[in-house]
């Protein structure tokens, strides 16, 4: 009976915000830790969206690198890292390279450091550390850059199933560490492009 009421007080202790995030209220001595979502519901016409999943209390799964459809046993590692990171609920953090806060090139070359590639930690370096490719032939780990001539905004291509391109991304603050299909009005005005990382 005692665990059932503390299961209650803890279900109500937990308030999910319309903006997404998830508040956490000390009770009987314990406290729930409060985390932005791994993920959010954006769509490609509204990639800002703060519509969110149920929360993942308790840690994360770590995904097998083998149930990543790529070709390139690395990349599937680094696509592996990047989404076992965004399901850790971590936030967004300047200079943040993990392995539970990041920034975006942060979470990029935390990625590939996980697939034993070392990527330095700023966006633009990191352009300048891959062939670039078009999008017609991006795969699973592939980069994608915005804002180009100083690129200072990067993501990981997590899936591609035909025309539709899913990233793993630290975005901004507000929105967080999450996946995402790419598209919609602010893709289409600073997208720069998409490249290959470059192995020893």
């Known amino acids: 009976m005692g665990r059932i009421i503390g299961l209650v007080l803890l279900a109500l202790g937990v308030l999910v915000l319309p903006a997404g995030c998830v508040v956490s209220m000390a009770m009987a001595g314990a406290a729930v830790t409060a985390a932005s979502l791994p993920m959010s519901c954006a769509t ?9 999943p149920q929360p993942n209390v308790g840690g994360t799964a770590i995904i097998d690198p083998a149930t990543i459809p790529v070709p390139d ?19 967004y953090v300047a200079e943040g390279n993990g392995p539970v806060d990041f920034d975006c090139s942060g979470l990029t070359s935390y990625a590939w450091r996980q697939a034993g590639v070392s990527l330095v930690d700023y966006s633009y ?28 905004h990067v993501a990981l291509v997590t899936e591609v199933s035909g025309s539709q391109i899913t990233i793993a991304e630290a975005a901004n603050p507000d929105a967080g560490i999450r996946t ?21």
């Open 125 to 152: 370096t990191q352009r300048a550390q891959t062939r670039d490719i078009p999008r017609s032939l991006v795969q699973p780990g592939d980069l994608v850059f915005w804002f180009g001539g100083s690129e200072h």
């Open 180 to 200: 995402r299909v790419l598209g919609g009005g602010w893709d289409e005005a600073y997208l720069t492009g998409f490249g290959r990382v470059i192995r020893a």
């Open 73 to 91: 046993t690395q990349a599937a590692a680094a696509v592996a890292a990047a989404l076992t990171a965004v399901g850790k609920g971590g936030r």
């Open 44 to 52: 490609a016409t509204s990639p800002d969206a703060a519509e969110c």
